[in-house]
Every structure is written in C-alpha cells, then in structure tokens.
C-alpha cells in the first residue's frame, strides 16, 4: 500500500490544494446576513493612518494602503473569516445565489479557445441557436483568442447586466464560416443537485453539489422525481460538497425528521444559542436514507451529515469529513467591498463541534491538513484516524459519536487503488481533453442515440481506448501496454462518462462514472439489507 501511495502522492496534493480553496471561499456564507457595521471613529489604527495622510514624506494613497491592510488583519483570526474586495464581492456571490446574468454556456479553454462545453436549458444562448462544441472566437467584432483568453476575461466579456446585448464569432464544426450571433443577455439558473436519477427500480440517487438559495427547492424536486419514478430508499450523495448556506440543510434535514428533534444549534460569544428543530412536516421520515461523505465533505454538509447520524435516522458511508464547524456572517462596507466573519460555532444535535483545530493566523497549517491526513494513511485505513476519547459523545439511541473535527462515517471506505499505475498518473489530464474532442467530432451520430443505455452500449462498441492511447502518444505520453491493461477499466469508465456528459448531460455522467464506485456499493449493500436505520449494535 504504501508503494501505491507513493505512486500517486502528487493527487491528493494537488485535490486538497484546489478543495481547500473551494473551503476558505465558498462555505463562509452559512447563516450569512447582511448588516451595515459603522466603524469607530477613532482608534490606534485610525490614527495611524490619518498620521501616515497627513505626515508621511511622500504621497500615498490611503484607501490601497487600508485595502491591502484589511486582510492581513483578518489572516490573524480563523481560516474561515475572509475579507472580499468589491471587486470580488458579486461573483462570489453569484455562486450560490441561484441566478446571475449571461448568456448561458457552460465553457472550457482548450488550445487557446473558449469552447462551449454545454448550452444552459431555456437561457438566451439556447434560444438563438448556440450548440455545444461551438468555438467562441470572437467577442463584439474583436478576435478573442489566445495565449491571454483566460477564463477571469471570459466572465468578464460574457456577463453582465440583464438586457444588454453581446455580441460573439463562433466557429462550427459544420459551417466553414464565422456564424454571428447578438445574444441579448439574460437570467441564468445555478442549479446545486447535479443529478437525481434512479440506481435500481428501488433506490433514487442524489447528487448535492453545493447548498445555495435554491438547493432546498431543487432538493424537494429531486425527492418528488425519483420517488414518482418508484423510489423508497435513497443515496444522498455529499462527497466534494463545500458548504455554502446553512438554513438550506436544515431545510433539507427536515424531510427525513419527525417533528420535535433537533438539527443543529449556534453559539458563540456575541450570539446566543438558537437551537433548529424539525417540524414534522416532512415527507420523507419513514424512507431508509444513506449519506456518502468525503475529506471534501464540509460545513453545510456536515450539519446534514451530522444531525442524520446523530439522530439515528440513516447510515453515513464514506470517509472523514473536512471538519469545518464555524458559522461566517457577511457584514458590507460603503465601497461595496464585504468582510465574513466567525460569529459563532454549530453544534450537531448530541452536543459536538465539527470544528477541527486550528491556530489564530495559522491558515497555511490549517489548509495543509487535507495533506497531512493522506500522508498519515488516513485516505485508506481507519485505523490511522486519531478518535479524541475526551470528545465522546452519544446518539439519541446510545451510540458513539466523536467530535473534534469532522463526521466520521458509520462505515468507512478507503479511497480506491485498484487499477491505479504510472500510465494512468501521467494521461489524467489528457483524459477531459480526449474526451471533448471526440464528443466534438462524432456529435452528430451520438446524438442519434437515445437514452442512457443506447448511448453507453454505443461507446462500449467503439474502440475508445485505443483511439486515446494513440491521442496520448501525441501528446508526448509512452505507450505502456501492461500498465495499459490494468487501467483499462478505469480510463474506458472515465472516458465514456465524459463522453456522455458532453452529449446527454450530468445525469449520464454520474450513472456511468458511479457505476462501480465502491462507496456506492456500499451504499446500495446496505439500503437493499435493510439496515440504512442504524441500530446500537451497528
């Protein structure tokens, strides 16, 4: 095992580097609400700067010298509080807003180009005649190409307020010519379940990518789908979800409780304790629910997680959550720029604190720990997590449960190896590159094939692997015909499953990319044996 880790330590370095970004980012909104501070009016820092005005030898611009002020300030306090220039402020937002205002695409920047990944269902760009593998090559009668297009620009040239108009050059892989189009910008949806699909005829699977203003109204329309279609069990499924607002999980929580228990609770030093509890008026308390988390796992997540655990209302599967435990409140300045700041802790219905430890103006250390969690082992054995005995606690029916930094699952299971070898490590960012051009070049056919099962037995007939073997010997990447053989079935997987998002959508995606996930399995053993609802003994 440890041979397999060392093959592979890049990964996780590289995930925790890029997740822990999601996590200082965009999980500091859970129970945001906006209040207008008045600062004091006077103060050492006050005076300093007014001293620094008016005495200083030179010239300086006092407002750039308090913007790059205001965030070493708040780097001494906990990971979790940020300060967002105005700059930052709207797209920050954005994110979990439930809408904002473009044209409606989905892109990637590949060779230099913005290419259409997917066109959003029912927004401008829909409407007037965009398609997915389109090449946006122009932007207002400008080329917009390059080593400088970055996705930053993108946005910048794509969004805007709703009304206004853009223009844009696209290059098709049919028409020989530059096709233009004048897309009258409007509102697009951020949707945050990524997919709702039955497993079995039995089983709804639920994919919450984030919990944003509307998660809670797509989550009730997730559970309506699935449950019409024949669904009496369920996979919910939290891996990779950062957070975002709290209210919304609590919402959530309360279709699987009876009335009268308790989701979560806040404290804090300047906040007293409120304390949410169900109100019975969910529609799903009876059903056998199972919840799959990850390191990735974090703040509204884990309230989700937390309170089904520890009311013993389903099975948590999967591996140790992030550990993010502190409740961010958004409070804006005249300039338009905001500050998040820790008002308070959350606490999961036995008592315990999710928060894992930290040190004031220690943020590097605290990002570091998704790293030092795979380098202790803790990615594939329980055995290498630390349980602080100090921190126990029970379930409403007598179960342990520990605090001091994430969800521990119910049941673990380790991150998978199987089939892992240098061939792989080295063609892993070929795989989406590979994917979307041959999704670009075979559209037209692909989309004949209907449905879900037509459009996979389509891609298993096809020799794919082959064809991406000899595109990574392009790229630089040695063919390795034995190593070849063992990763087969991990790249064939990969491959058809962007392949088949890029032609049907993210349903498609997660049916044939969680087709043999194990955590999954774990899941449907344990829902189709009847023991989603935990029990002393288990």
């Not at 304390?275 to 056998?288: L, M």
């Not at 190896?417 to 490590?425: A, I, M, R």
């Not at 073997?469 to 063919?479: H, L, M, T, Y």
């Amino acid at each position: 095992m440890n041979e397999k880790k060392n093959k592979y330590i890049w990964l996780p370095f590289l995930l925790a580097a890029t997740v822990c970004l999601g996590i200082y980012v965009g999980t500091t909104i859970a129970g945001e609400k906006e209040i207008s501070l008045t600062p004091r009016s006077s103060g050492k820092l006050d005076q300093l700067i007014k001293m620094i005005d008016i005495q200083y030898v030179d010239t300086i611009n006092t407002g750039d010298l308090i913007e790059s002020a205001i965030p070493t300030i708040v780097s001494e306090l906990d990971p979790h509080s940020v300060y967002i220039p105005a700059k930052d402020l709207q797209a920050t937002n954005e994110e979990l807003d439930g809408s904002f205002s473009g044209i409606g695409v989905q892109f990637n920047i590949q060779n230099d180009t913005v290419m259409v990944i997917a066109v959003i269902p029912g927004g401008p760009s829909e409407k007037i005649g965009l398609m997915a593998g389109d090449r946006i090559v122009a932007i207002n009668d400008s080329a917009f190409v390059g080593k400088d297009v970055s996705n930053d620009l993108v946005m910048k040239k794509l969004k805007g307020p709703k009304g206004t108009d853009v223009k844009i050059g696209i290059k098709r892989g049919t028409s020989d010519n530059i096709l233009d189009y004048n897309i009258t910008r409007g509102d697009i949806p951020v949707t945050s379940i990524d997919a709702a699909y039955l497993i079995d005829e039995n089983t709804g699977y639920i994919k919450v990518g984030k919990f944003g203003r509307t998660t809670y109204n797509e989550f009730v329309s997730a559970l309506a789908k699935t449950s019409k279609s024949g669904a009496k069990q369920f996979v919910i499924d939290l891996r990779g979800n950062s957070g975002g607002y709290m209210d919304m999980a609590i919402n959530m929580i309360n279709e699987f409780l009876p009335k009268g228990q308790l989701i979560v609770y806040t404290q804090g030093k300047s906040v007293e304790r409120s304390d949410a509890y169900s109100n019975g008026h969910g529609s799903f308390q009876k059903a056998p629910v199972v919840v799959l988390i990850d390191e990735w796992s974090a703040s509204a997540s884990e309230i989700f997680a937390g309170a089904i655990q520890d009311n013993d209302r389903g099975t948590i599967i999967g591996r140790r959550s992030f550990g993010k435990g502190l409740v961010q409140q958004q409070y804006p300045f005249k300039d338009g720029s905001a500050i998040r700041l820790t008002i308070a802790r959350y606490y999961t219905p036995s008592g315990r604190s999710i928060q894992k430890e930290y040190e004031l103006g220690k943020g590097t250390d605290y990002q570091n720990d998704l790293i030092n969690r795979f380098s202790h082992g803790e990615f594939y054995s329980k055995d290498s997590i630390h349980l602080n005995d100090s921190l126990k606690y029970n379930t409403l029916i007598g179960r342990t449960v520990y605090g001091g930094g994430g969800v521990m699952p119910d049941i673990f299971v380790p991150s998978d190896t199987l089939g892992s070898t240098p061939y792989l490590n080295s063609v892993s960012n070929l795989l989406y590159q590979f994917a979307f051009r041959y999704s670009d070049n075979h559209r037209d056919e692909l989309m004949k094939f209907d449905g879900y099962d037509n459009l996979l037995k389509e891609l298993k007939s096809r020799p794919i692997l082959e064809e991406f073997v000899v595109f990574a010997e392009s790229k630089g990447v040695k063919r390795r015909p034995v190593y070849i053989n063992i990763s087969k079935d991990i790249i064939n997987r990969q491959l058809q499953s962007y392949i088949m998002r890029n032609i049907q959508g993210e349903e498609s995606f997660y049916r044939r990319f969680l087709q043999d996930d194990k955590t999954m399995l774990e899941a449907m053993k344990v829902l189709n044996a009847g023991e989603a609802f935990p029990t002393v003994n288990n």
